[in-house]
């Protein structure tokens, strides 16, 4: 069973840096590339970005270039998504997602994570 | 960038409607577009791929269609477990997500 389990909710302070992770399970992990979906309160879906674990090619969505960084340690099935100062409008549900790949960047998302809360507060 | 605007925003419908939701692209994605279904706290759901494909598992009164520009999904008959949110997915570029519509007891 394909899984994708995600690191627990995290309340941080403005200012604060922070890494979530995804844990992914039963099914090869670095063949399927791992994308990260921002969902804002009582708000819809953002693509920020994915990466294949394979070989760490990330490509990022230009809303999230240079705002956030996605990793990936193949070693142990796990991606990752961190910031290095945290804002107070960085406050969401993110989640991770596999994604199938049809090539020149055509990707969907068939299996999800649980999400991840990520409050931000002073 | 490509937009993708979905209608209506909200939706109202009884148990056994036949509900249909649009979602339209800015610019021709051929049939690179993905439905996801979502219910309150929970993570997006995949329902449908390549505009018309049903993903394994998800009921047959789920049906997508459309290429180019305009996109359905449609319900055929709801049921009280079809009371979320829908999302379409394009991905003929990197992703971007429609707004959403909210299918609601009416």
């Known amino acids: 069973e394909v899984q994708l389990v995600q690191s627990g909710a995290e309340v941080k302070k403005p200012g604060e840096s922070l890494k979530i992770s995804c844990k992914g399970s039963g099914y090869s992990f670095t063949s399927y590339w791992i994308g990260w979906v921002r969902q804002m309160p009582g708000k819809g879906l953002e693509w920020m970005g994915i990466?294949?674990?394979?070989?760490?090619?990330?490509r990022y969505s230009p809303s999230f270039q240079g705002q956030v960084t996605i990793s990936a340690d193949k070693s142990i099935s796990t991606a990752y998504l961190q910031w290095s100062s945290l804002k107070a409008s960085d406050t969401a549900m993110y989640y991770c997602?596999?994604?199938?790949?049809?090539?020149?960047?055509?990707?969907?998302?068939?299996?999800w994570g649980q999400g991840t809360l990520v409050t931000v507060s002073s | 960038d490509i937009q993708m605007t979905q209608s209506p925003s909200t939706l109202s419908a009884s148990v056994g409607d036949r509900v249909t939701i649009t979602c339209r692209a800015s610019?021709?994605?051929?049939?690179?577009l993905a439905w996801y279904q979502q219910k309150p706290g929970k993570a997006p759901k995949l329902l449908i791929y390549?505009?018309?494909s049903l993903e394994s598992g998800v009921p047959s009164r789920f049906s997508g269609s459309g290429s180019g520009t305009e996109f359905t999904l449609t319900i055929s008959s709801l049921q009280p477990d079809d009371f979320a949110t829908y999302y379409c997915q394009q991905y003929n570029s990197y992703p971007e997500f429609g707004q959403g519509t909210k299918v609601e007891i009416k």
């Open positions: 990466i294949y674990p394979g070989d760490s090619d990330t």
């Open positions: 610019q021709s994605i051929s049939s690179w």
């Open positions: 390549k505009a018309s």
């Open positions: 997602a596999r994604s199938r790949d049809y090539g020149s960047g055509r990707r969907y998302f068939d299996y």
